[in-house]
């Protein structure tokens, strides 16, 4: 979400990393200076609000004056968290587990926002989407078996479930999308892989044809 120079990269391309692991970090020592000034400061507001407080007690200062204080002293709780918040984003973390890709920064680069740092892809499970004309609507459920095969391993057959129907039509086409899942424990399909998928139907007929994503 925002840019910065690399300086520190955790993984290795091709790697299998956690949920929350560490990818890559950008470089925060200014913010992190910034955030120690303004964390300086908070403390000496927090004083002096402390303060306002005892000697309106006291009926020594104002309303207005206690107000004012607390208002510095929540205006630099802001200001640290703002800060907080900048440094939280230059650190970035695996969204998900899964296996990276190949890196697309180097150590010292820098990296305008919204570049592809790594491509991260969750093998287990896999989704299956393929088009279906409507005469076949009206035989599709959620949960009948499917069966997956690619020319990537052209004596394997790998076994699914439907488990999601487009609730519309494609207007061109007048086709529905399903999507079947497969638990790809094995990890050998791969996002992007085009694949031929049969619908077990309840008259035991087999449609479609599908391309396997992540």
């Given at each position: 979400e925002v840019p910065g120079t690399v300086s520190?990269?955790?993984?290795?391309?091709?790697?299998?990393?956690?949920?929350?692991?560490?990818?890559?970090k950008f470089?925060?020592?200014?913010?992190?200076?910034?955030?120690?000034?303004?964390?300086?400061?908070?403390?000496?507001w927090r004083l002096n609000f402390a303060r306002a407080q005892q000697l309106y007690t006291n009926n020594a200062v104002s309303k207005s004056e206690l107000d004012t204080a607390e208002a510095s002293l929540k205006q630099?709780?802001?200001?640290?968290?703002?800060?907080?918040a900048t440094i939280a984003k230059k650190i970035i973390r695996a969204p998900f587990t899964g296996r990276t890709g190949i890196r697309q920064v180097n150590l010292g680069e820098y990296v305008e926002k919204a570049r592809p740092i790594v491509s991260l892809q969750s093998l287990t499970p896999v989704y299956a989407e393929t088009m279906l004309p409507q005469q076949?609507?009206?035989?599709?459920?959620?949960?009948?078996?499917?069966?997956?095969?690619?020319?990537?391993f052209p004596d394997q057959?790998?076994?699914?479930?439907?488990?999601a129907i487009n609730p519309d039509f494609d207007s061109s086409s007048r086709s529905v999308?399903?999507?079947?899942?497969?638990p790809n424990t094995e990890q050998l399909l791969r996002p992007?892989?085009?694949?031929?998928?049969?619908?077990?139907?309840?008259?035991?007929?087999?449609?479609?044809?599908?391309?396997?994503?992540?």
């Open positions: 520190e990269i955790a993984f290795d391309s091709g790697a299998v990393v956690n949920e929350g692991d560490l990818l890559v470089d925060t020592s200014s913010e992190e200076a910034q955030l120690r000034a303004i964390e300086a400061q908070v403390e000496l630099g709780l802001a200001n640290a968290d703002v800060i907080r076949v609507i009206g035989s599709l459920a959620t949960g009948l078996k499917i069966q997956l095969t690619t020319d990537a057959v790998f076994g699914g479930t439907l488990t999308r399903v999507q079947a899942t497969l992007g892989m085009f694949a031929r998928i049969e619908i077990l139907l309840p008259a035991e007929q087999k449609i479609g044809r599908a391309s396997c994503r992540e």
